[in-house]
């Protein structure tokens, strides 16, 4: 499974190409974290020990869409673009676990609760595995290992979903400004 790293930047491009970069500086560091706590937030299901479960499907994605959209999170400028921009942000969880060897009982995620309990796996190894065993002598070499290579993947696509929005608001500016004038 990705660490928290990998789902972050996922959940950020995902965020950023539906909602759009916020404006202002302030707004776009409460965009950014807001959108990367989303995207990690599956994960808090290791806490009361369900990992891969409900949190890690459409169902948990819909929910907190929904909610989001509701309170009017600061993620996007409408309900509608809250929703789908949240709603992508928690699904690149499940999908980035998907595209991940899952090697802990039970295997792969419950991707489509409530409407299933059955667990699915890809069976790909896109991302490496993150281990939580820190008495390991290899843990600190593997994660690091696995990050950079979420890293060497996510990146550049975030910076390219960052640039291209940035590029798209300067261009609406400008157009804005010349069809005033």
Not at 135 to 149: E, H, R, T, Y
Request: proline content about 4%; aromatic content about 10%; charged content about 15%.
């Amino acid at each position: 499974m990705p660490s928290s790293v990998g789902h972050g930047l996922a959940a950020l491009s995902a965020g950023w190409a539906l909602a759009g970069v916020a404006v202002a500086r302030r707004a776009r560091l409460i965009q950014a974290a807001l959108l990367v706590a989303i995207g990690a937030a599956p994960d808090l299901d290791l806490l009361w020990g369900r990992h891969s479960r409900e949190t890690h499907s459409m169902g948990a994605a819909i929910l907190v869409a929904s909610v989001a959209a509701w309170q009017r999170w600061p993620v996007a400028s409408t309900r509608w673009r809250i929703w789908l921009a949240v709603c992508a942000a928690w699904l690149t969880h499940p999908v980035l676990d998907a595209l991940a060897l899952d090697t802990s009982v039970p295997l792969g995620i419950t991707a489509f609760w409530p409407w299933s309990h059955e667990y699915y796996q890809t069976g790909l190894s896109v991302f490496g595995p993150i281990s939580r065993r820190y008495w390991l002598d290899n843990f600190w070499s593997m994660n690091l290992a696995s990050i950079g290579k979420e890293l060497i993947l996510l990146g550049p696509v975030t910076a390219g979903v960052w640039w291209k929005k940035r590029s798209q608001r300067a261009m609406e500016d400008t157009g804005a400004l010349h069809g005033s004038l």
